[in-house]
T-cell receptor, first 111, second 115 residues
Framework: QKEVEQNSGPLSVPEGAIASLNCTYS??????FFWYRQYSGKSPELIMF????GDKEDGRFTAQLNKASQYVSLLIRDSQPSDSATYLC???????????FGAGTRLFVKA | DAGVIQSPRHEVTEMGQEVTLRCKPI?????LFWYRQTMMRGLELLIY????????DSGMPEDRFSAKMPNASFSTLKIQPSEPRDSAVYFC?????????????FGEGSRLTVL
């Protein structure tokens, strides 16, 4: 079992729709959870982090965390073509000293 | 403020040659991470330093890989001898004492091709 699992996609949504990206993790002691966006040929960029169960909203982005289910998600409302990228889920291990990344989900937003 | 600076951006070398990748973290950041990204394996953590001290190098694939951080503003990742399977994009990232270890700022990466 991979430590952080994501559906590789691609996920294709029309412009203006909600994109839903999902991630599961195996380390029950994980405390910190992150979403990074990576455009093709570029480096990962942090867009959201969440530490507590529930929802956290930042503009068009909402991160959701359910530690009991070991599940993290990212919702992107009013998706734009500029949101087309690979979204990487990242989780710190027990102790919080190591950050493990999932393989990423490719998102395409069609104009 | 300048971000994480990596060099070289691109490196093409032949099998058996030594490769040295360099990184300058963001000033004030005390944690530094080296990651490798390939299509097959995704983004893998190779090693990380805290206050210039290597904390975990369990991700370093084998003895051909070594990393150093002689001071707070400079780190190197060396591969000797290089092999074609080392071809990847190598990212350096840093984080500050006030942030979690997962709040990483990445450099632009060094794309390594070993022929």
């Amino acid at each position: 079992q991979k430590e952080v699992e994501q559906n590789s996609g691609p996920l294709s949504v029309p412009e203006g729709a909600i994109a839903s990206l999902n991630c599961t993790y195996s380390d029950r002691g994980s405390q910190s959870f992150f979403w990074y966006r990576q455009y093709s040929g570029k480096s990962p960029e942090l867009i959201m982090f969440i530490y507590s169960n529930g929802d956290k909203e930042d503009g068009r982005f909402t991160a959701q965390l359910n530690k009991a289910s070991q599940y993290v998600s990212l919702l992107i409302r009013d998706s734009q073509p500029s949101d087309s990228a690979t979204y990487l889920c990242a989780v710190t291990n027990t102790g919080g000293f190591k950050t493990i990344f999932g393989a990423g989900t490719r998102l395409f937003v069609k104009a | 403020d300048a971000g994480v600076i990596q060099s070289p951006r691109h490196e093409v070398t032949e099998m058996g040659q030594e490769v040295t990748l360099r990184c300058k973290p963001i000033s004030g950041h005390n944690s530094l991470f080296w990651y490798r990204q390939t299509m097959m394996r995704g983004l893998e953590l190779l090693i990380y330093f805290n206050n210039n001290v290597p904390i975990d190098d369990s991700g370093m694939p084998e003895d051909r890989f070594s990393a150093k951080m002689p001071n707070a503003s400079f780190s190197t990742l060396k591969i000797q001898p290089s092999e074609p399977r080392d071809s990847a994009v190598y990212f350096c990232a840093s984080s500050s004492p006030g942030q979690g270890f997962g709040e990483l700022f990445f450099g632009e990466g060094s794309r390594l091709t070993v022929l």
